[in-house]
């Protein structure tokens, strides 16, 4: 059985129907979903509660300790990481068990935007490949719930590229499959920041993250370069 996790922070416009898909198109395979709200200040604990999501709030703000703490609640034996403004394919919950079945301890979408710009289009293009720079948390996650434990979650001192970082460390403990199918996700961030920039600044992101630039640093850069209200 699958336990559907989902992170939020003000999703209250989107949230009801990300897990009305999930319940929907999960089926008796799914046996719930957690929201694991970082003390939201809109209405996104009672959007997801009117959807039938299992909402707990997060002793400490930030995906990666959100997420750990939505496993911690989590009955099922494999854990299903998604974002809020994510949409699942139809067919995604029998998509991981067939996964899990063939010997995967985890896995991930391709990626799609719900945006038809035909730069967002090439990027999202890359995410077939097995390369750590082309993996978003926006793909999902799916993960067995021991190899999880063992990997003792996501590492709270993340705040960028918490999704990045486990998938390198669970790597070493079993097979990861890059699904064939596309999650569709919003390209909300683009479209307010302009696309190229967003991209640049992943980019450049991703170039500190790999030499070692500390998480608080990190977060500066992206707090001045791209206008949001997560981070």
């Not at 494999?78 to 403004?85: E, K, R, S």
């Not at 569709?184 to 030499?211: D, H």
Request: include cysteine.
């Amino acid at each position: 059985m699958i336990s559907v996790i989902i992170p939020t922070y003000n999703e209250g416009s989107v949230i009801r129907d990300t897990v009305s898909r999930v319940i929907s198109l999960g089926g008796r395979l799914v046996c719930e979903v957690i929201v694991s709200d970082g003390a939201s200040s809109d209405n996104t604990i009672a959007e997801a509660k009117a959807a039938g999501a299992k909402v707990i709030v997060s002793k400490s703000k930030g995906r990666a300790a959100q997420m750990n703490d939505g496993a911690a609640e989590a009955k099922g034996s494999i854990l299903y990481f998604l974002h809020a403004d994510s949409l699942t394919p139809p067919g995604f919950a029998n998509d991981i068990i067939d996964s899990t079945g063939r010997g995967n301890v985890a896995g991930c979408y391709r990626l799609s935007f719900d945006d038809d710009h035909w730069f967002l289009k090439t990027q999202a293009w890359f995410t077939r490949f097995d390369v750590a720079a082309f993996r978003y948390g926006d793909q999902s996650l799916f993960v067995m719930k021991d190899v999880f434990a063992h990997c003792k979650g996501f590492d709270r001192s993340h705040v960028i590229f918490e999704d990045n970082e486990i998938i390198n460390r669970i790597k070493r403990l079993g097979s990861f499959e890059i699904l064939s199918r596309h999650i569709v996700t919003s390209a909300r961030k683009y479209r307010s920041n302009g696309v190229f920039k967003t991209q640049l600044v992943y980019y450049f992101l991703y170039f500190l993250y790999i030499a070692n630039v500390s998480q608080g640093r990190l977060v500066k850069v992206f707090r001045a370069c791209l206008q949001q209200d997560k981070i």
